[in-house]
């Protein structure tokens, strides 16, 4: 038996649990029967865990059924080899393949609370150091476990997120007449919205035909140190809250331009789903977007509202042909691809 760590179905969906899910839904194709996926019973991803068929185990939830339930259900069934596809694992269980995203609140533990730093610094290097093996997402985060931890390079792969399916381009005649520039985020912040609403307050006296369309959870806790009241009362900005997957892919394909901000980044999904959508797009110059992106996006300093505004009247007087490569970017990475890698990492560690 392989067991899945999957609490993830109890979360709601970021890129995190997006990556959770898209490798979990693969693996059950490749391994069948071997694979089990155990979870707490506070389950709301409830179709992904019907496709999984996942076992509700433990009488527990969150990281003390983790802590607890998990690592004592695994010894009693003959300690199988445990894949944690979201940053935390048991302590204490030593058969194990786990997957760092990244270590923000290392490079920027002001964006965290006491509490979670607390939990955090105790916990993954002590995971880092137990684990088999290190999943990570880019060669930048690679780098920054290996500068934090002084991790062996060869004890990390890297592996890839992607793009799920259902991210294609979709047009709508309604939507495409509203003429919006688009950003999605977390509003906490190392995702630096405040910079995206700033720049924009500045390109608007330039381009007051365009509108500014955000979509994030506004009661977000780290949202609460954040004076927008001035950007809520300007009708060229609205604030859609959360969305659907299908809301999200009409929107992001009859955007103008997604802009991306983010100060630190393991990955970041986000620009990626963007340009699935054919939607060119606007994001941070750090290390992983270059990364990720390459040349297939316009880039900007994050910390330059200024600079940001320049950007966005750029990107919509001179495209350069970035939906189309965009588009081609997109399609260079795939979560079967990832599934196949993670698969062969299962494959190297079943007889320990």
Not at 19 to 47: C, H, M, Y
Not at 278 to 292: A, D, Y
Request: hydrophobic share 40%; with cysteine.
């Amino acid at each position: 038996m392989i067991a899945i760590n999957a609490r993830f179905l109890t979360q709601e969906i970021t890129g995190v649990q997006r990556f959770a899910l898209e490798i979990s839904l693969r693996l059950k194709e490749l391994l069948g029967d071997e694979v089990v996926f155990l979870t707490p019973s506070n389950i709301i991803q409830i179709e992904y865990a019907q496709r999984l068929d996942a076992k509700v185990i433990g009488v527990h939830k969150g990281h003390v059924w983790e802590q607890w339930d998990l690592p004592n259900f695994l010894n009693k069934n003959g300690s199988p080899l445990l894949l944690c596809l979201c940053n935390t694992a048991p302590l204490y269980y030593k058969n194990k393949i786990i997957t760092i995203h990244d270590v923000a609140f290392k490079a920027y533990p002001q964006t965290f609370s006491k509490a979670f730093l607390y939990c955090y610094k105790f916990m993954i290097p002590r995971i880092i150091k137990s684990a088999l093996k290190i999943i990570t997402v880019s060669q930048f985060s690679k780098d920054e476990i290996i500068k934090y931890y002084g991790t062996e390079e060869r004890k990390i792969k890297v592996v890839y997120p992607a793009v799920a399916n259902n991210f294609h381009i979709e047009e709508d005649t309604n939507l495409k007449k509203e003429k919006y520039l688009l950003a999605v985020s977390s509003l906490n912040y190392r995702k630096n919205f405040i910079s995206i609403l700033k720049a924009f307050d500045i390109f608007e006296k330039k381009r007051s035909d365009i509108s500014l369309y955000i979509i994030g959870d506004l009661s977000n806790g780290s949202f609460k140190n954040i004076d927008i009241s001035k950007y809520k009362s300007n009708p060229r900005i609205k604030f859609l809250g959360r969305v659907s997957d299908e809301q999200l892919v009409k929107y992001y394909s009859n955007a103008l331009a997604f802009v991306f901000t983010s100060i630190y980044e393991g990955f970041g999904i986000p620009p990626l789903e963007a340009q699935a959508c054919g939607c060119p797009i606007l994001v941070s110059s750090i290390p992983p977007l270059h990364e990720i992106i390459g040349n297939s996006g316009m880039f900007c300093d994050p910390y330059n509202s200024q600079n940001i505004a320049n950007c966005m009247s750029e990107i919509l007087n001179n495209p350069n042909g970035l939906e189309k490569k965009g588009f081609e970017n997109a399609k260079r990475f795939s979560f079967t691809i990832s599934a196949k890698q993670v698969y062969n990492i299962i494959i190297q560690y079943l007889n320990i």
